[in-house]
C-alpha cells in the first residue's frame, strides 16, 4: 500500500462547521451522561406532549377567562361611571331648571298675588333640597375635590335663594313694603354666575362620561384582541396536539401492522415447523414399527430356532442321562424349563413389538385379544362394542389404533386402580372412532395440562400425525375415557393436519 502524504489528502467539512485552526484541539465529545439526559428528554416529550399541550391549553384558557372576567368588570365599572355622570348631568340640569322656575316663582307672586305661586315654589324648593343631596352624597362618592369645592358654592347659593324666596314669599302681597322687595329683586340675569357654575359641572362631568365610554370602548377593543389572541393560541396548539395524536396513532397503526405481519409470519413459520415435526414424528414412528418388525422377524426366526434347537437338544441329551445319571437329569430338566420361560418370552416380546394377532387376524380381534389378556392379568371385567367381523382401515391405521388402546390399557393398569374396562370401536365410511373408558379413580386436573407425559404426548402425537383427534377426560361419576377419532382413509402424499386443540 502506498503511503499517502497529509497534504493530499482533501478536509471536508459541513457547511455549518468552520475548521478548526492549525494546531487548535477539536472540542470534546458530549459527556455520555448530558446525551443520555437529551435522549431522556426527548422520549419524556415525545410520549408526553400532548400532556404538555393539553395543560397549556387550560393554562391558556383559564387565565383568558381572568383576563376576560377583569375585562368585563373594568367595562361594567366604566359604563357605571359613565352612567351616574349622565346622572350627574341631568340632576344638574334639572337643579338649573328648578333655581329658574324659584326665581320665576318669586317674581309672579310679586306681580300678582296668587296663592299658587307659594305651594308651587315650595314643591320645588323640595324637589332642589333632594337634588343637591343626590349631588351632595355623588361628588363625595367620586372624590372629585375640586367639583365637590364649586358644588359646595352652588349648594350654598340654592340654599341661600331658597331662604331668601321663602322669606318673601310669606309676605302679604298687599303690603306696600313687599311690592318694594318685589321691585328690589334682582333681575333675571344676575343668575348668570350661578348658570355658569353649573354649565361648567355639566360639561365636567359629559367629560367624565365621555372619558369612560372611551376607556370601556378600549377595555373592549383590547378583550376582544386577547379572546383573539388565546383563540388563535388554542387552535394551534390543539392543532399540533392533534398532529402529533396523529403521529402516534399513524406510529401505532404502523406498529401494530408489523407486529400483525410478524404474527402471520411466525403462524406460518409455526404451522410449517408443526407440519414438519408431525412428519418427522410420523416418520419416527413409521421407522419404529418396521424396526420392531424386522427386530420381532429375527427374534422369531434366529432366536427362536436356537432356543428350539437348544431346547430339543437338553431334551435328548435328559432322556440319555435320565436313568444313568439322574441329578445331571434333574439340572437338564430345570434347564429346559428355563428355555420353556426364555421361550414365553420370545413371544411375548414379539407380540408386543408387532402383534402377530393384528397382522393375521385384523384391529378387532386384536383388540379384543389385547383387552381380555390385560383383564385376565389384572383381574379386571370387560365390555366390548366391536363390529361383528373384522374390516380393513389400512396398517397405518391399524397400527396407530392399536398402539393407543395398547397404552391405555398399560396406564389403566398401572394407575386407574380399575375393575371393568369398556371398549368401544365405531367405524364409518369417513372416519374410526375408539373409545376405551374404566372406573378407576380417574385422571387429575393437573395431569390433563401436563405436557411431560410422554405416554399420553405420544398418543397425542401418534393420532394427530394421521390427522385425527385424540380427547382425555374424566367419566363420570369417575373414571377416565380416553376416545380417538381418525380419518378412515388417507392418501399417501396428503397434506398432514395440525394438530386440534
Known amino acids: 500500500m502506498s503511503h499517502v502524504p497529509p497534504a493530499a489528502i482533501p478536509t471536508i467539512l459541513p457547511d455549518d462547521v468552520p475548521p478548526f485552526a492549525a494546531g487548535e484541539p477539536a472540542p470534546p465529545p458530549a459527556p455520555a451522561g448530558i446525551a443520555r439526559r437529551a435522549a431522556r428528554l426527548n422520549e419524556w416529550m415525545?410520549?408526553?406532549?400532548?400532556?404538555?399541550?393539553?395543560?397549556?391549553?387550560?393554562?391558556?384558557?383559564?387565565?383568558?377567562?381572568?383576563?376576560?372576567?377583569?375585562?368585563?368588570?373594568?367595562?361594567?365599572?366604566?359604563?357605571?361611571?359613565?352612567?351616574?355622570?349622565?346622572?350627574?348631568?341631568?340632576?344638574?340640569?334639572?337643579?338649573?331648571?328648578?333655581?329658574?322656575?324659584?326665581?320665576?316663582?318669586?317674581?309672579?307672586?310679586?306681580?300678582?298675588?296668587?296663592?299658587a305661586f307659594p305651594a308651587h315654589f315650595k314643591a320645588t324648593a323640595e324637589r332642589v333640597r333632594r337634588t343637591l343631596a343626590w349631588l351632595d352624597a355623588y361628588y363625595r362618592r367620586i372624590g372629585d375635590d375640586t367639583a365637590l369645592a364649586s358644588f359646595a358654592q352652588i349648594r350654598a347659593a340654592a340654599t341661600d335663594e331658597i331662604a331668601q324666596g321663602a322669606v318673601r314669599l310669606a309676605d302679604s302681597p298687599t303690603d306696600a313694603a313687599a311690592h318694594e322687595r318685589a321691585l328690589a329683586l334682582p333681575p333675571p340675569d344676575t343668575s348668570a354666575t350661578f348658570d355658569a357654575a353649573l354649565s361648567l359641572l355639566r360639561l365636567n362631568e359629559e367629560r367624565r362620561a365621555q372619558r369612560a365610554l372611551d376607556a370601556s370602548r378600549a377595555d373592549q377593543r383590547i378583550s376582544t384582541l386577547c379572546v383573539g389572541a388565546l383563540c388563535a393560541l388554542n387552535i394551534v396548539l390543539f392543532i399540533l396536539l392533534f398532529r402529533n395524536l396523529g403521529i402516534q396513532l399513524d406510529k401505532q397503526a404502523r406498529v401494530q401492522k408489523a407486529l400483525i405481519t410478524q404474527q402471520e409470519e411466525l403462524d406460518q413459520l409455526v404451522f410449517a415447523r408443526t407440519r414438519q415435526l408431525e412428519a418427522l414424528a410420523w416418520h419416527l414412528q413409521s421407522v419404529s414399527e418396521n424396526e420392531k418388525t424386522e427386530l420381532a422377524r429375527e427374534l422369531h426366526d434366529e432366536l427362536g430356532s436356537i432356543l428350539t434347537a437348544s431346547k430339543m437338544d437338553v431334551a435328548w441329551v435328559r432322556g440319555k442321562l435320565k436313568d444313568t445319571e439322574p441329578a445331571m437329569a434333574e439340572k437338564l430338566a430345570r434347564a429346559l424349563g428355563n428355555l420353556d420361560q426364555g421361550i414365553a418370552l420370545k413371544r411375548r416380546i414379539i407380540e408386543d413389538m408387532r402383534p402377530t394377532v393384528l397382522a393375521n387376524f385384523g384391529l378387532v380381534t386384536a383388540l379384543r385379544s389385547l383387552a381380555d389378556e390385560a383383564a385376565q392379568r389384572n383381574g379386571w371385567s370387560v365390555e366390548f362394542d366391536l363390529p361383528g367381523e373384522d374390516v380393513k382401515l389400512g396398517e397405518a391405521i391399524e397400527i396407530a389404533l392399536f398402539r393407543v388402546a395398547q397404552e391405555t390399557l398399560t396406564n389403566a393398569a398401572k394407575y386407574a386402580r380399575a375393575s371393568r374396562i369398556r371398549v368401544t370401536l365405531d367405524v364409518h365410511d369417513e372416519h374410526v372412532s375408539l373409545s376405551i373408558i374404566d372406573d378407576g379413580i380417574g385422571i387429575r386436573p393437573q395431569d390433563l395440562k401436563r405436557t411431560q407425559t410422554h405416554g399420553l404426548t405420544g398418543m397425542r402425537q401418534r393420532v394427530s400425525a394421521r390427522g385425527g383427534r385424540f380427547e382425555i377426560e374424566r367419566a363420570s361419576p369417575h373414571g377416565t375415557a380416553i376416545s380417538v377419532s381418525m380419518p378412515r382413509e388417507r392418501s399417501a402424499d396428503a397434506p398432514l393436519v395440525a394438530p386440534s386443540a
Do not use: H, P
Open 46 to 115: 415525545r410520549r408526553y406532549s400532548w400532556a404538555v399541550a393539553m395543560t397549556v391549553a387550560i393554562v391558556i384558557t383559564v387565565g383568558g377567562l381572568i383576563i376576560l372576567e377583569s375585562g368585563r368588570m373594568r367595562i361594567a365599572s366604566e359604563y357605571e361611571t359613565a352612567l351616574e355622570a349622565k346622572g350627574a348631568t341631568a340632576q344638574l340640569s334639572m337643579l338649573a331648571a328648578d333655581i329658574a322656575t324659584l326665581t320665576a316663582d318669586e317674581r309672579g307672586f310679586a306681580l300678582k298675588a296668587d296663592g
